[in-house]
C-alpha cells in the first residue's frame, strides 16, 4: 500500500472514531442510565445508527453495507467507548455483527435480502442462539435438533444466555441435523437456521437478569415443533459448525476491544476525578501512591490495546491468528478487571454507588472473560495451537 492511501486510511479510521464518539454523545450518553435501567436499548436506536452508517460498517456494500473491515469496527467502536457507550450497549446495538456474518458469507441471495438489508438498514434486529443449557463453549455438544421434514425444518430445544433475544425479529441458531451430541462426529453435524421469532413453537421462556450488560437484554428460548422453510438454511447442511468457527477470531477481537476501551474510559474518568477531588488540603493526584496507580492503568490499557491491534491488523491481511487472538481477548480483559477495579477504588464511596459510570463498566467488565469463550477454554485452545500439548 502506498504512503498516500496508508494516509487516506489512517484519516478514514480517524474520522469513523470522531463520528463514533459524536454520535454516543448526541444519542447514547443522555439515556443510558434509563436503558440500564429499563434493561434493554429502543428500536429507534439502531434505526438512528442506521441512519449514521454505523451498522453497515464491514459489512459488503453490495448488502447495503458500508465496506471496511474489523479495523474499521475497531476505529468507529473505540469512539463510542471513549466518549462513554457501555459494553453492554454495544453488545445490544451491535447484535448483527455475530448474527449477521454467517448469512452474509454464505447466506443464499434470498437471505441477504430477508434479514442482511433490513437489519442494516436498522429494520430488523437479529440474534445469534448457540449456546444451551449445560453446553457452554462445547458449540459440538448442541442438542438442539432440526430433522427434516419435506420443505421444512422441525426443530426442538432450547438456548440460553442469546442476546438481544426478547427484541430479536429472527435468531440465527445453531441446530443439530447430523451426528449426535457428546459424539466424535457432533461438529459435523451443526447446521445454522434462521428462524422467525413470530413462526409458531419458538418462544422467549424467560428474560435473564444479570450482574451487569443491563441494557442488553438477554434471554433464555424455546424451540417446540418449529417449522423453518429449508430455505433458511445457511450455506450447506452440516457445514455450521465450520461457518461459526469462521468467526471466532471476529468475536473474540470485538470483545476485545470492549475490554481495553472501558478501561481506557475508566481511567480517564478516574484521573479527571482525581485531579478535582480534594482530600486533607489538596487534590488526590497529588499523592504518589495515586499517581502512579494511574501509570499502572495507563501501561495495561496500551499494552491491551497494542497486542489487540496488532492481532487484528494480522487477521485482516488474512494472517491464522486464531491462538493469538484467544492470548489478547485475555490480555485486554484482564486489563479491563484490574483497571476498572482500581477505577472504583479511586473513586472511593462515590464509585460504589450505582448508576455511577465507573460502577457500570466495573460490573460490565465481569462478563468479557466469560463471553466468546471463556478464558479457561481458550486457553487451553491456544495450548493445542501452539503445540503445547502431548
Known sequence: MSQNAQTDQADHRQALTELGAEFTRREIAPHLAVWEAAREVPRELHVSAAKQGLLGISFPEEQGGEGGDLLDTIALQE????????????????????????????GSADLVDRYVRPTLAGEKIGSLAITEPGGG??????????????????????????TSATRADFVTT?????????????????????????????????????????????????YVDVRVPVGNLVGEENAGFWYIAEQFVVERMALAVHAYGIAARSLA?????CQQRETFGEPLIKR??????????QRQVWVARCYVMDTARRHVAGENVIAEACLAKQTACETATFVCHEAVQ?????????GTEVEMHYRDAR????????????????????????
Not at 269 to 273: G, S
Not at 367 to 390: C, M, Q
Open 174 to 222: 445453531a441446530v443439530r441435523t447430523g451426528g449426535s451430541a457428546g459424539s466424535g462426529g457432533g461438529a459435523a453435524g451443526v447446521s445454522l437456521l434462521v428462524v422467525d421469532t413470530d413462526t409458531p413453537g419458538f418462544s422467549v421462556t424467560r428474560k435473564l437478569e444479570k450482574m451487569g450488560w443491563h441494557c442488553s437484554d438477554t434471554a433464555e428460548l424455546s
Open 269 to 273: 474518568l478516574a484521573k479527571e476525578h
Open 367 to 390: 462478563l468479557l472473560p466469560i463471553g466468546g469463550g471463556a478464558t479457561e477454554v481458550l486457553t487451553d485452545l491456544a495450548a493445542k495451537l501452539l503445540g503445547y500439548t502431548s
Open 79 to 106: 469512539g463510542m467507548l471513549s466518549a462513554g457507550a457501555s459494553s453492554g450497549l454495544l453488545s445490544a446495538l451491535f447484535t448483527h455483527g455475530i448474527a449477521l456474518p454467517h448469512i452474509s458469507a454464505h
Open 288 to 297: 504518589q501512591v495515586v499517581r502512579h496507580k494511574l501509570v499502572e492503568m
Open 346 to 354: 479511586l473513586f472511593g464511596g462515590a464509585g460504589y454507588m450505582n
Open 137 to 162: 463453549s462445547d458449540v459440538g455438544n448442541l442438542r438442539t435438533t432440526a430433522v427434516r421434514d419435506g420443505d421444512v425444518y422441525v426443530v426442538n430445544g432450547s438456548k440460553t444466555f442469546i
